[in-house]
């Protein structure tokens, strides 16, 4: 099938969250100006370089993590595992300001090294980041898409020694969660290697 997402799919459920899938999840604890504390899964999130080593995460709207990194140019990116998939999809609910979703979903914050939001206790790993910019993308027609990207620098990096073998961050055995398409995840259970070619005449 072929279809223009301007005029509809006319499948039983839009496929383009399916098609660009597998996602990482940026599971983003801010902290506000007030002091305000914010925990909340982005599956539009991603690495974009290591020199610097910069992270993005997309907000379909002004929510309180896009506000809160605005104002404090703050915020930790949180691993979510498998075992921590439950407690992550707590912490997505439409909580009021000032409602701590580490409290609602029964996790612990524990103070960041470099930055003043707290990471996730339980997380296997967590960036701490310092905002570099916030854009809102525009579509073919020149309007405001409707969401805001938040960009941010690692500043710190934070790993459990449960998480490495050899040295190494095993992926496998954090079972990283991801995000598909409609309601579903999928967590880390297998990888595969492949090395890149070398050209030859």
């Known amino acids: 099938m ?13 496929p383009f969250k399916a098609i660009v899938a597998p996602r990482p999840i940026g599971w983003i604890s801010s902290l506000g100006a007030d ?15 290591t020199h610097p ?11 309180d993590s896009v506000s809160f990194a605005g104002e404090t140019r703050e915020f930790v990116a949180n691993l979510v595992s498998r ?11 439409d909580a009021p300001r000032g409602v701590s979703e580490f409290d ?15 990471r996730v206790g339980e997380a296997l790993a967590a960036l701490e980041c310092k905002v570099t910019d916030i854009l ?9 898409a409707g969401n805001v990207i938040v960009f941010g620098e690692v500043v710190g990096v934070h790993i459990d020694d449960a998480a490495l073998t050899d040295g190494l961050f095993d992926i496998v055995k954090a ?12 967590a880390v259970s ?12």
């Open 35 to 49: 002091g305000s504390l914010n925990l909340a899964p982005y599956s539009f999130f991603n690495a974009l370089g």
């Open 53 to 63: 080593h910069l992270v993005m995460f997309s907000s379909e709207g002004q929510k």
């Open 136 to 144: 809102e993308p525009k579509g073919l027609d020149g309007r405001p």
């Open 190 to 201: 297998e990888t595969f290697q492949m090395r890149r070619p070398r050209w030859q005449e």
């Open 104 to 118: 609602y979903a029964g996790l612990t914050p524990v103070p960041s090294s470099l930055v003043a939001p707290p």
């Open 2 to 14: 072929f279809y223009e997402p301007s005029k509809g799919h006319g499948l039983p459920h839009d």
């Open 175 to 186: 079972g990283t969660v991801a995000r598909l398409g409609y309601m579903d995840y999928t």
């Open 83 to 93: 075992d921590l998939a439950e407690k992550m999809n707590a912490s997505a609910v």
